[in-house]
């Protein structure tokens, strides 16, 4: 069997579906019951969003060392852990009554996140198939785009009939059962299929990290994918009470959030169309242009509130193609070795920069309020295509 008809296999669907529902699980559960956690627990949006800020920090600190992990052989625990404490910390989050419970469930969810989503996936698929990694990302990243659909009209629907709580406990369920087994079944299944890759050892780990530290790539690279983040996390965190803001009605709001999915979906399938044409580099170009776009579309939905679904297909779509080009990206430019490390340490200020989207997201809108917030957005997404052309002419 060769590498591409693995990239095809069930293993890498079981992955990409495993991926979808731990997003939804445990990645867009707050934006999706947002809503009803400020009803629920009468704490403001700031404080709320405390819990996903440190869940982003927690992932970003364990990122090299889950990288490790991954390079060292042991991806298939990892991924299939990481859901289990996913599961416990959703249980610890749906009886949490005070401040300091809801931070400690928060804290095992971010221990969840650094163990069992994209970049240690990423890292097992490149570690296992190489050059034809490609293939299978596209493929997890199609399904698992969507994730945001699944998860706000589910998690309305849950809070609605179930509360909050139930909602929460619904998706530590699905964790547990679904989730979990995936992630062992699927990557069972690629190590199964294809030839170990070499050990690597704790001193080549560290001159990888000396070595991408020195490297203008890296930096750019951070500066480009850290800027993104904060630009892309920061409106979706908050992203029905903006288009509200914006003049859109809660349904409507709801509708354009779901359709970041489908149109991160529609974005990857537009990248399968054209990038052999074009390449990564010039690609990743095009799509942060996309972002920049978005963000005067949003600037502009105040004027007209349909505007709010352009911006939801339009960030979605470059969302999506990003998506699939940062970890090739990293390849290409710090390497295809060591790349669960390398990955790790360079994904580190893009991680942070989520953990302070959602904060940061809440206090533009209870401060300066959604005109300040969609000026900020706009020099986020210019600043990171300008780290991407300067990345294109450089390598």
């Keep these: 069997m060769t590498g591409y008809d693995i990239a095809r296999g069930r293993g890498v669907w079981a992955l990409a579906v495993g991926q979808t529902l731990a997003y939804a699980c445990i990645y ?14 009468g704490w403001d949006k700031v404080t709320l969003a405390l819990g996903p800020t440190l869940a982003i920090i927690i992932a970003a600190i364990s990122a090299p060392l889950a990288g490790q992990i991954v390079d060292r052989g042991y991806g298939q625990g990892l991924l299939a852990g990481g859901a289990l404490l996913g599961a416990v910390s959703l249980v610890g989050l749906s009886a949490s009554v005070s401040q300091t419970q809801y931070l400690l469930a928060w804290a095992g969810i971010g221990l969840a996140q650094g163990a069992c989503l994209y970049e240690v996936c990423f890292a097992i698929l490149i570690r296992r198939l190489g050059p034809d990694a490609r293939a299978a990302i596209v493929r997890v990243t199609l399904v698992a785009g969507f994730a945001s659909t699944l998860a706000f009209p589910a998690g309305a629907a849950l809070a609605e009939g179930l509360g909050w709580r139930g909602a929460v406990l619904v998706a530590a369920g699905v964790m547990i059962l679904i989730t979990a087994p995936l992630n062992l079944y699927g990557a069972a299944v690629i190590r199964r299929d294809t030839p170990p890759p070499g050990p690597k050892s704790a001193e080549a780990d560290r001159r990888g990290r000396r070595a991408a530290l020195r490297s203008p790539g890296f930096w750019l690279l951070a500066v480009a994918l850290s800027m993104s983040s904060l630009n892309h996390w920061m409106i979706v965190a908050m992203i029905v009470p903006i288009f509200v803001t914006q003049g859109a009605s809660h349904d409507f709001a709801v509708l354009a959030a779901a359709c970041v999915g489908p149109a991160q979906v529609a974005g990857r399938l537009l990248l399968l169309r054209y990038e052999a044409r074009i390449g990564t580099k010039p ?26 679904l ?10 999506g193609i990003a998506t699939i080009l940062r970890p090739v990206l990293i390849a290409e430019v710090m390497g295809p070795e060591g790349y669960g490390t390398i990955a790790g340490v360079i994904q580190i200020p893009a991680l942070l920069a989520g953990a302070a989207a959602p904060v940061l997201g809440a206090a533009m809108l209870a401060g300066p309020g959604v005109s300040a917030l969609m000026g900020l957005s706009l020099v986020l997404s210019c600043t990171a295509f300008l780290a991407v052309v300067a990345l294109r002419r450089m390598y």
């Excluded at 559960?29 to 629920?40: K, M, N, P």
């Excluded at 690609?283 to 505007?307: H, K, N």
């Design 310 to 319: 352009s911006y939801a297909i339009l960030q979605g779509a470059a969302v």
């Design 28 to 41: 867009y559960i707050f934006a999706a019951l947002v809503l009803a956690l400020q009803d629920g627990l």
């Design 283 to 308: 690609a990743m170009q095009f799509t942060v242009l996309g972002s920049v776009l978005a963000s005067l579309i949003l600037l502009a939905a105040g004027l007209a509130p349909v505007l709010v």
